[in-house]
């Protein structure tokens, strides 16, 4: 009995953070067939603002509540930074998905660097150039020549601020030394320690549930039930839902698709942040947080089919079940009746077999439903 | 669909311009154009012309491993710094060129081809993981070139080419297991690391040696490096030792924040689950939280609260240089102490160069080591070194809580493993070599 | 519609037509021998005379690897499936080679990584890769015959697009697990060595070997072109540019994509196999980290910078990637993830044609302006010179409701 609710939580606890990591990519994907490659890295920035938050919250009364500000502030810094992603590059790539994957596979390896190297000093260097650059081709495009200069106006321009840029910080480097070179957030990694009150576990017979386990368990139902509510009661979730089904006759009718677009795709993304601030309690905070859960998070949306919240909620149950049952050889047991399953369910019963076992498993499934376990209704939607 | 053109294609064209300038501001790596470029075993490089020895700097600034290596470079750096400031080596300074491992075995082995072909490097110090040191050993011996590997290791290997100036298995793990068996009497052992070479191997010996004293293993598992998914492992550990036992912990580089976290998420506490790593120092406390630590043991040679002189100052240095919130550990310290212990070595060979010198020279280097004086390079290629154990405390370093008073003696080969019971290594004496049977 | 264009095209006598193919054919084929040429005999010794020795090392590897590259071109480029998992081939091809180098030892004994598992006798799948025939085959076929597996069960359910690009990723991450967590059959993590082996009694890192090596990576990488070529250039060439534009249509013409899909996936496979032994050979170690996600991603990036469904586009792009990246990191061993980044969106959102796409295009144009010349006309010269056509295109239609 206590090894059956074990596997089910322990199932539970995994689908859940999947499912919360899959969320935000979900909606994003069904509406525009966009895959975001960054949206792990959404997540690694989600988990820096929660460091961020506890850091500034250290030594007031708030200490403890930390986790609430974090996931206010994770949701909103990662929306903005997907608004800003949906506004300079992936707008001009839709109805192209593979090169939007590509696109955004370029962004998350700036996001990685962009963790590791953050200093004073590069933001400075960065907001100089951008200051000079922008405002410089604000000033040039008042010419009425513009036109015929633009390229050359630009390279030098660009060369020009590049420069000033470079030798600003490294004056500034040179005279603050330590106090702007050194890095934010570092190679290294931070820190994100859990509130009191969500360490250690509520004890059942001699399992305990780990209270931050819990915590995300609840944290993703409300995630669901926020998103289903938005979707479905709200205007701008009307929207969202016409144009995922049609999105030409919703722009014939005079939903503006465009900011339908943006929103949703910074929805997605601070979706990820709040996910972010999940497995900032569970996990490592670095540069790599977000690569740990990407691929899982794609599976969840393919298993479960496009454009139903409901088919991510099932998909990242199962394969959190799946995962848990395979990888702590909660099979053995019942099957010790015959040596070879025995044999078998032990060669997978480690963390990396399990993977395989899992991804292969998936890789079947899809032979039976290619479209996903819900999939859209209706003519096939060409990608 | 919008038009890109000459606009886009000039901010790339300029960003390009800018790298080159970037590049221009760099330092510069000048490239020597020396007469034999092929790469013939270079026993003597032209490393030293000019008027600086050039040194390479082989770790991960990027991918999984950088959370450990970076600190590694700092302290590196640290050291070729402290060197030029007092005069350089030989009269010259020197210039580090760093390059980037990228977690990635096979990019180690091309950049440690680089570094000495084309950047004619006198020496390099880098590697951190066994896979890496691995990967780049063909590369150091048919070469016939030199590395100095600052990381606590498994053993089991003793290359004319390589300086380890990492403890040795009976430097760290074995006094470790030893000092679990004497406070945990009868206590089970469940040890758990990340799945590559040097997890693999410590366990082998910590098996043998816990089979000929008495202990008992219960379990054994492994996580993918990189991986953070413990939580069927944490299942195995409850229902292999429910009345609770120790946790020997091997797992490296991010793995361990997950495992920490969750341990004490599942009510695992140190009291009934301590746990003795090996990979988590004061850098990684950091990363994984003082509270989910506190309590558990590390074994280590180095610890930033060592108390003497020497450590002091290098403390004050390292904060100095990197920021006051920055702290030392035991592969830093290391680190640390190999530039120094190279530069003692060329300046008695006098070259750079002839490596071959530079290896003789290099036995019998004494330092004074913040870890604790009198720390020698032997003729294993190894050093004698402090053994000491600390229990992580709440400032997030460590009580020291075990410590022997005088450096003790490497043992690469492994005297509990069948297969290396009764070898050792002496490159002092060109009959004995890297594996000879002892008498 | 369709009959209208048929009846349009222009009708060029049967000879001069095909003596115009041949013609450029013999051109194209002189072209490529004399670039082989020049970096079998000229590259090598001026890269030396240079001081660059390290390098040709270098080329020879980035050479291999444009012989995936050509694999990749002919699957996403021509055929518009975007595999993100042909790092899996990759590996396939250069293990199969390795496990035959770690096996050149006295009889009875097993490779040394084994004993620090406590493995004694050598596992079975081992074996056949005693013998070098079979291990040449195998680079080539293991990756064809996996791919085809996948193909098959992927695409007969026509699965496309997006869906396709992730379950090939997912195929990696499965593969990848799978060699990175079985250390007891293939060394996991750390990978198989070749530098310290022999092949044919004389070691792997001996600088007579690698220069064989420089030298096949070449031929290979010749051969692969002009298979691609070839494929492309037929009826076979077109069915794919049609799959890859409107595969609905192409069903509905009576041809079946399926089997045309795993063909060609599968060809492209062997490619990435024998890329991978060749470049294995000459890094001087694989491990399964060939197999992660973000080499696969890279592959595409070579391709998708030189120019995607140019078979030239794939070399040079790879050579491009990896040259800028490798002399990147060695000056910017802290930053260069930025530029590798930054690579990525630059080519998705500026050069979407690809460096030779752009050269063909707009730089043509260009060059033709430059020259004081008109710009190439691919329409109209109505629609195209007339300055209120443009005048109305540049302000009117691009407007933000158009998009």
Redesign the interface.
Known sequence: MTQLLESVFGGLSIGSVLLLAALGLAIVFGLMGVINMAHGEFMMIGAYTTFVVQNALKKTPLSELYIFLALIAAFIVAALLGLVLERTVVRYLYGRPLETLLATWGVSLILQQFIRSVSWQFVAGVGTFCLLFFGGSWVLARRPNFEQIRGWAIAVLGLLSALIALVFSNILGQTFKLAVTKPWFGTQGVDVTAPKWLRGGLPIGDYQLPYTRLFIIVLTAACVFGIYWFLNKTPWGLRIRAVTQNRSMSACLGIPTKTVDALTFALGSGLAGVAGVAVSLLGSVSSNTGQAYIVDAFMVVVVGGVGKLIGSIVAAGAIGLVSYVIGSNALGPFVSFSPFLKSFFEFFATASMAKVMVFALIIVFLQFRPAGLFPQKGRTVDA | ???????????????A???V???A??PS?T????AS???SPAATTAAASGDVIKVGILHS????M???E??VVDAEQLAIEEINEAGGVLGKKIEAI???G?S???TF??KA??LI??DKVATIFGCWTS?SR??VL??F??KNHMLWYPVQYEGQECSKNIFYTGAAPNQQIEPSVDWLLKKYKGQPFFLVGS???FP??AN?IIKAQLAAKGGKVVGE?????????????I??IKAAM?NGGIIYNSLNG?????FF??L????MGPDKYPSMSVSIAE?EV???????LKGHYAAWNYFQTVENPVNEKFVAAFKK???EDRVVNDPMEAAYIMVYLWKQAVEKAKTADDLEKVRVAALGQKIDAPEGPGVTMENNHHISKYVRIGEVRDDGLFEIVYATDKPVKPIPWNQFVK?TKGYSCDWSDPAKGGKYKMT | MTVETVDAVVDIPYGLAARKRRKALLLETAIVLGVAALLLFIVPPVMAALGQGVRINQLGRFLALAIAALGIDLIWGFTGLLSLGHGIFFALGGYALAMYLQLQLPPGQIPEFFTLYGVTELPAFWQPFYSLPFTLVAIVLIPALVAAVLGYLVFRNRIRGVYFSILTQAALIVFFNFFNGQQKLINGTNGLKTDTSTIFGIQVSDPRVQTTFYVLSILFLVGGYFLCRWLTSGRLGRVLVAIRDDETRVRFSGYNPTGYKVFVFAISAALAGVAGALYTVQSGIITPKAMDVAFSIEMVIWVALGGRATLIGAILGTLIVNFARTLLSEQFPEFWLFFQGALFLVVVTVLPMGILGWLRGDGMNLLRSLLGRRKRVETYPSLEEDPEVQYERETLGDRESDR
């Open positions: 669909m919008a038009q890109f053109g000459r606009r886009e294609f000039i901010i790339l064209s300029s960003t311009a800018g790298s300038l970037l590049k501001c760099a790596t490239t020597g154009g020396t470029p092929e790469a600034l990027s991918g999984t950088a959370i450990s970076k600190s760093v390059e980037d990228a990635d075995w096979p082995n091309e081809k680089k072909d084309q896979a691995k990967a063909p590369t011996e048919s799945d590559y070479v693999r191997t082998t598992d492994y996580i993918p490096l990189g991986g953070t998914e413990v939580t069927p492992i299942s195995k429910p991010d793995s361990n924040v997950a976290k969750q004490q998420g599942a009510g850098e950091r990363a994984i939280g003082v509270e989910y240089k990197y920021g297969e």
